[in-house]
Every structure is written in structure tokens, then in C-alpha cells.
């Protein structure tokens, strides 16, 4: 059975820096676009950052472009994201998600981990 689980996430100040990390097991994703989405409370769940599976190239949304970073390990079969100079509004639960074809919709990733919390404070 594929499981993905995060971890990483925690309390810090604006300006600071996390790595999160997505361990995936029971499956190979290697092939499979990965992807990082945030939910904060009210909102609905947004795509964050992916990267493909055919070339390991990645694709962000907007407003972490320049400030977070993706990238897997196929040896460690884990996912990352690194991200600096945080902010108040990158404050969500961070998922990371496994699917078949590169998007940004989170409707169209299979499979999901239970997410990890990350709150910047001001």
C-alpha cells in the first residue's frame, strides 16, 4: 500500500527558513509528477510547487517563485521542499501528493499524505 508522509513543518518568524520533507513507501513514484500543496483554515487546498517525474524538472505557483525549492531523492525516495524567507501567508497544513500527469489540480493527484503544519509568525 503507497503511503506519503510529511514532515518538517513547525513554528518560525518571518524571514525564516524550513525544509519539508515527503517520505514515500509501498509504491514507485519515480515515474509520477509529485507535488506540494498548502490548505490554511477557510481556504481551499492550492498548489505550491511540483516537479516531474519524466525529467525531474519543476514548476511553481507565483508567489514562491524565487523562495521555495523542489526536488526529490529516488535513492532516499523522498521529496523535498526548501523553503526561505517565509511569510505570514505561507502559513497552511503542506501536503505533498503523488499523480500520473503534470498539473497543478489537486484533483487529479492519486495519492496524499496527511500534511504537516507550518505557521509563520509575524
Known amino acids: 500500500q503507497a503511503q506519503l508522509v510529511e514532515s518538517g513543518g513547525g513554528l518560525v518568524q518571518r524571514g525564516s527558513s524550513l525544509r519539508l520533507s515527503c517520505s514515500t513507501s509501498g509504491g514507485t513514484f519515480d515515474r509520477h509528477t509529485m507535488g506540494w500543496f498548502r490548505q490554511a483554515p477557510a481556504k481551499e487546498r492550492e498548489f505550491v510547487a511540483g516537479?516531474?517525474?519524466?525529467?525531474?524538472?519543476?514548476f511553481y505557483r507565483d508567489s514562491v517563485k524565487g523562495r521555495f525549492t523542489i526536488s526529490r531523492d529516488s535513492v532516499r525516495n523522498t521529496m523535498y521542499l526548501q523553503m526561505i524567507s517565509l511569510k505570514p501567508e505561507d502559513t497552511a497544513v503542506y501536503y505533498c501528493?503523488?499523480?500520473?500527469?503534470?498539473?497543478?489540480?489537486?484533483?487529479?493527484?492519486?495519492?496524499w499524505g496527511r500534511g504537516t503544519q507550518v505557521i509563520v509568525s509575524s
Open positions: 501528493a503523488a499523480g500520473t500527469i503534470v498539473t497543478e489540480d489537486p484533483q487529479e493527484y492519486d495519492y
Open positions: 516537479i516531474r517525474g519524466s525529467d525531474g524538472s519543476p
